[in-house]
């Protein structure tokens, strides 16, 4: 059966239309709130067991439940904080609760949640969704002691990289730039430190992280395959504190206090990398020495910042920032070398109260990511450029209309600033000049209405549509994305659950995050290059094992993609006023199957996440034609994570992974072309069908302890990992070797040859709080 717009919309009509009508129930709304700090709670799980009803708490911290009259008992709770237990009584009006959750006792309990979490879950509508809190990253073994939410999100199924030493998240087969990855709402177009190795979100300013793999819900759009929804710590009102850490190569700092109590806060948080001050002395000490090669300067540093305003009882107002840059330098007698990238962001935030009902959130937003490239050759100096700004106002409401639905609607307009490979050539005495590159200015649009429909006790429904738009050079795309997702309880520990999206992306990445330099150029949508279009559906059993200890959950999903870009063989992708005669369109389809067990409750919790999957690409003017598959189709993916509480001061953390290898492109054979008569012929290598090679399986085993240190004053901890315990030499490239007969100095052969990055490495963390 053919599916067509028009019957989706007679889909959603005849839902709000024919659905039945519940019985009498009443809104309980409010905030959840950490009691010390008056710090809202992303994420906080409100339930009532009894109904196996629930919800997750906003960005602001709100919950909104439909409840029928009588007396029920509410439940409230989030990692790291004690439950809390209350019993209300619901009759003929609807009612505000505000909850305030104690800290837990000790940083082990962190990880200790109480089942109604996994319940609570289990009756979600939402699907491919994984929240995380930046307390559970901390306790994670990590590279060099530097935690990383991204790279923790890697542990889930379905989300994988290409491999140590590349950034960006392969996510149920798209690429990189096919990630809507939002700081407080505002697009991070590169969200990589150190060529991929750290991303540039600090855990210490970092609230939560929501990872939606399909099932979209109507209100993000302009990407494919994932959102990664950021939110910053909104800081305390109640008292000032300070926390941080001292690691090897990092160290990190954040100060949060109110600035008038009860009515507004502050946070704010750096963090910067200090292996360039040991190396400019290495280089500084060895430069008189003739057979010294310098070593390349290179650091990051990253500052997180918001401020929050209570401006009565129905208003509050935020402004956030983000300013990150890397720095990477080179130098010697003849040759000069210097790169430097960045995000910049910045956003403010209005949130209003119409009625108990009704919230509207309104903000304006800018957000940029640029990077340089300069270079000095002799008496010539290069300059390459290359960046996007984009300046966004968005409104969002929610209004809760009672008898089950919650509705969101809004609307968006970014107008988008390109400037693609700026390239500028200059002798010193300016007799030698030339530049090339492109600029573009273009427009995106997008409007969107949802509904959340509990129907009843066993069934719930999530059905909306999103309008985009995108303007650019006089060309004009528009489209409709449908999305819709349902969850039917076949008893009370067992769930299915099906989702279905469309989903648009207007602007594209042209040499993305996992080249060895993040040289990334975001190119729009033009009267050339068509806009990319994605299509998923998911279906998935969850159940409750164990008197509700462990969460297993099973989805199958299915991708189609298209318009999916590539480039011809030998583009030149920098020095090019005509960039779009380089690029290819084709297909692609990914498919797969992902298996997740989870425990979050007791001394011992954790995960075990299988993927199965398949991801191929087609292109006409590409392997003749034929599909194959791309370099991130991964057939297997293992990932297993146990955190262990020995005793109050003393936990045990691991991770292992297991991936297939990377696909990839080898020669099969090599001819000699004598092209100068005279000369040793030129070796030509012959390719055969594309990515028909597998590098060698990717395995890893992490190990960790976190101990609890008992300062006079405040918390503190050390925290102890060591990355790849047993030392695998997991492959980065390869290249092939020439071997020769010295005798007759001819090349005979070629050897295949291995590159790896990282052996063993032990590291140490002190974090303090005080």
Not at 276 to 282: K, N, Y
Not at 460 to 485: C, D, H, I, M
């Amino acid at each position: 059966m053919r599916f067509t717009y028009p019957s989706f919309l007679y889909i959603i009509a005849l839902l709000f239309l024919s659905l039945p009508a519940l019985a009498q129930t009443h809104l309980l709304q409010g905030y959840v709130r950490a009691a010390g700090s008056g710090e809202y709670l992303v994420g906080a799980t409100v339930s009532v067991p009894g109904l196996q009803r629930g919800t997750v708490t906003d960005e602001q911290g709100f919950y909104s439940l439909n409840l029928p009259n009588g007396e029920h008992v509410l439940q409230a709770t989030y990692i790291g904080f004690t439950p809390s237990s209350q019993t209300i009584t619901v009759a003929g009006k609807a009612q505000r609760l505000n909850i305030a959750l104690e800290a837990a006792s000790n940083q082990i309990s962190e990880v200790q949640v109480e089942s109604a979490s996994l319940r609570q879950r289990l009756n979600d509508t939402r699907m491919s969704v994984d929240i995380l809190s930046s307390r559970d990253a901390k306790l994670l073994p990590s590279l060099f002691g530097e935690v990383d939410l991204i790279k923790t999100l890697q542990l889930k199924p379905g989300v994988q990289s290409s491999g140590e030493g590349t950034a960006g998240l392969y996510v149920r087969g798209g690429g990189p730039d096919q990630n809507l990855v939002l700081l407080d709402d505002a697009v991070i177009y590169n969200a990589s430190h150190l060529f991929g190795f750290f991303s540039v979100f600090n855990p210490d300013a970092v609230k939560s992280v929501e990872l939606y793999k399909g099932g979209f819900p109507a209100q993000f759009g302009g990407r494919l395959s994932s959102v990664v929804d950021v939110k910053q710590n909104e800081g305390s009102d109640q008292q000032l504190s300070a926390r941080g850490g001292l690691g090897l190569i990092a160290s990190r700092l954040t100060v949060e206090g109110p600035i008038q109590k009860d009515k507004s806060s502050f946070i704010l948080s750096g963090r910067r990398t200090y292996v360039d001050i040991f190396t400019r002395q290495l280089n500084r000490l060895n430069e008189n020495n003739d057979d010294y090669n310098p070593i390349p300067d290179y650091y990051f540093y990253d500052l997180n910042g918001k401020l929050n305003f209570k401006l009565g009882k129905k208003d509050e107002l935020s402004l956030s920032g983000y300013y990150g840059r890397d720095f990477f330098g080179f130098k010697d007698s003849d040759f000069v070398f210097g790169f430097d990238w960045g995000n910049t962001m910045a956003n403010l935030r209005w949130r209003h109260k119409f009625s108990n009902n009704l919230y509207a959130t309104t903000s304006m937003s800018t957000t940029g990511y640029k990077y340089n490239i300069n270079n000095r050759i002799d008496i010539f100096s290069i300059k390459l450029t290359s960046d996007i700004k984009d300046y966004t106002l968005k409104t969002d409401f929610d209004w809760f209309l009672g008898k089950g639905h919650s509705l969101k609607f809004g609307a968006l307009a970014t107008r988008h600033y390109f400037t693609v490979g700026r390239l500028n050539f200059t002798s010193e005495d300016n007799s030698q000049n030339f530049s090339s590159g492109n600029e573009f200015e273009a427009s995106e649009f997008g409007a969107y209405v949802s509904d959340d429909y509990t129907i009843n006790a066993l069934l719930s429904v999530n059905y909306g549509l999103r309008v985009s738009a995108f303007n650019s050079g006089g060309k004009t795309y528009s489209a409709l994305e449908p999305r819709a997702s349902a969850k039917y309880n076949l008893n009370e520990s067992t769930s299915v659950k099906a989702s279905y999206a469309s989903m648009m992306q207007y602007v594209h990445l042209v040499a993305n995050s996992g080249a060895s330099l993040p040289t990334d150029i975001w190119y729009p949508s033009t009267s050339f290059v068509k806009p990319q279009r994605s299509q998923q559906v998911a279906l998935g059993l969850n159940k409750l094992l164990g008197k509700g200890r462990y969460l297993l959950t099973n989805e199958v999903y299915y991708k189609w993609m298209r318009n999916q870009i590539d480039f011809r063989d030998g583009a030149n992708l920098f020095v090019n006023d005509s960039l779009e005669n380089e690029f290819l369109f084709g297909r692609g389809e990914s498919y797969g199957n992902e298996i997740y067990l989870e425990r979050v409750k007791g001394k011992t919790t954790g995960w075990l996440g299988y993927t199965l999957s398949w991801t191929y690409r087609q292109f006409e003017e590409i392997n003749e034609g034929r599909r194959f598959p791309t370099r991130y189709d991964r057939r297997h993916d293992i990932s297993l994570v146990v955190l262990h509480q020995l005793n109050k001061r003393l936990s045990l953390t691991g991770s292992f992974v297991f991936g297939t290898g990377q696909a990839i492109s080898l020669p099969v054979a090599r001819f000699p072309l004598q092209d100068v008569e005279g000369k040793n012929p030129t070796i030509i290598p012959v390719y055969e069908d594309r990515n028909t090679f597998r590098l060698a399986p990717y395995h890893r085993l992490d190990l960790g302890a976190v101990l609890k240190l008992k300062p006079k004053r405040g918390e503190a901890d050390l925290t102890f990992s060591v990355y790849n315990v047993y030392n695998r030499r997991n492959p980065y490239f390869v290249y092939f070797e020439q071997i020769k007969d010295k005798t007759i100095d001819e090349t005979v052969g070629f050897q295949a040859k291995q590159v790896s990055l990282f052996p063993a490495i032990p590291s140490v963390t002190y974090n303090f709080k005080f």
